[in-house]
């Protein structure tokens, strides 16, 4: 008998402890060559502060900055390898600027040293600057700050299954959010869009959460909060008899007394199973409007039936024709 080959792993198999191993021993090997000086590029946070009030960022500034530094494997080593775990950054100090400013970043930072910042214990003064990798400088544009309180308007799909229909408007939580930036660009917005979704065969009510989009990704603008909760509630189509609907006349002469015979009609609705459930005769209203539909030569008018945006349709109303009543009142 042939004894079966050993189960060959793939290659990728415990691939996490290989990339540390390996990554331990480039840590080692910088530590071996500690003594040595070395120069080595990292990127910094660009963090703004001191910003005027009543004033904003009027213009998009990099968020990034590639600095050069020199110092030895030891220290190069220890920084690289707490950088991922430190909010290391290099400040903007804005305090003096007014509205326009060009910050030189190699002359900023060797004048104001202490605005790079290395949040790890003795590496600081174990590194020293070499110089601006990129960008060479940085254009500072302030203009005047507003916030507005705009609505939000889904741009949501819904492809409702068989036999379903929607019951009442969309509901937005929040239905207004904040947009904050220069006062020109914001005084642009009238709506935030949500993002685009589609969604079939709906056949529950639905809730979700949708992220919004940006009004102008050219403007330096913040919406607040990002994404808004849109409900809606679906059920299944139905059908009610309603029964002794009051019928009302509207527009009646001050001098006249009008009635309607009969005063109640009956009818079928139809709509979500819940609603007509829960709401009754109140999804309808059955009217005769005496300014309208009255006439001296006809004195039997079929009355106009309004319904709740909900229901779908009414039909079967009975009667379809009301005999109008008319008396004027005596002086």
């Given at each position: 008998?042939?004894?079966p ?7 990728y198999?415990?691939?996490l402890?290989?990339l540390g ?7 080692l090997w910088?530590f071996?060559?500690?003594n040595?000086q070395?120069e080595a590029?990292?990127e910094?946070?660009i963090?703004i502060r001191?910003?005027r009030e ?7 500034t990099?968020r ?5 530094f020199?110092?030895t494997g030891?220290s190069?080593?220890?920084f690289?390898l ?6 290391t950054?290099?400040v903007?100090?804005?305090?003096r ?11 900023y ?8 910042s290395?949040?790890?214990?003795g ?5 020293s600057f070499v110089?601006v990798v990129?960008p ?10 507003e916030e507005?309180l705009?609505?939000?308007r889904p741009q949501v799909?819904?492809?409702l299954?068989?036999?379903?229909t929607q019951?009442?408007n969309w ?7 904040l947009?904050k930036?220069v006062?020109?660009?914001v005084a642009q917005?009238?709506v ?5 979704q589609?969604y079939r065969?709906?056949a529950a009510?639905?809730?979700?959460h949708v ?14 909060p ?6 809606v509630d ?12 009051p019928v009302r006349v509207?527009?009646i002469?001050?001098n ?8 109640t009609v ?11 459930a ?9 009217l005769?409007d005496?300014?309208t ?5 006809n004195l039997?008018i079929?009355?106009q039936?309004?319904l709740?945006?909900?229901v ?5 109303l009975v009667?379809?024709q009301?005999?109008l009543?008319?008396i004027?009142?005596?002086?």
């Amino acid at each position: 008998m042939v004894p079966p080959l050993p189960e060959q792993r793939p290659f990728y198999a415990d691939l996490l402890y290989k990339l540390g191993a390996v990554g331990l021993a480039v840590i080692l090997w910088f530590f071996s060559i500690s003594n040595s000086q070395f120069e080595a590029d990292a990127e910094f946070r660009i963090e703004i502060r001191n910003i005027r009030e009543g004033k904003t960022l009027s213009e998009e500034t990099p968020r990034t900055a590639v600095l050069r530094f020199r110092g030895t494997g030891r220290s190069l080593a220890k920084f690289f390898l707490w950088r991922p775990f430190s909010d290391t950054k290099l400040v903007l100090d804005l305090e003096r600027v007014q509205q326009r400013h060009v910050f030189y970043l190699d002359e900023y930072l060797r004048r104001n040293p202490q605005r790079i910042s290395i949040p790890i214990v003795g590496i600081q003064e174990n590194l020293s600057f070499v110089e601006v990798v990129r960008p060479d400088s940085i254009l500072i544009e302030l203009g005047d700050y507003e916030e507005i309180l705009v609505p939000v308007r889904p741009q949501v799909t819904l492809d409702l299954a068989p036999g379903y229909t929607q019951v009442g408007n969309w509901v937005v939580t929040p239905s207004m959010v904040l947009v904050k930036g220069v006062a020109e660009a914001v005084a642009q917005v009238s709506v935030i869009l949500s993002m685009r979704q589609t969604y079939r065969d709906v056949a529950a009510p639905l809730e979700i959460h949708v992220g919004l989009l940006h009004p102008d990704p050219r403007q330096v603008l913040v919406v607040e909060p990002v994404n808004v909760k849109i409900e809606v509630d679906i059920q299944m189509i139905g059908e009610r008899r309603l029964e002794e609907v009051p019928v009302r006349v509207i527009n009646i002469p001050e001098n006249m007394n009008v009635f309607v015979s009969p005063s109640t009609v009956a009818l079928t609705v139809i709509g979500g199973v819940d609603f007509l459930a829960d709401n009754g005769m109140s999804v309808v209203e059955v009217l005769v409007d005496y300014r309208t539909q009255w006439s001296p030569t006809n004195l039997f008018i079929e009355p106009q039936v309004q319904l709740d945006p909900s229901v779908i349709e009414y039909r079967d109303l009975v009667p379809k024709q009301l005999e109008l009543i008319t008396i004027r009142q005596s002086l």
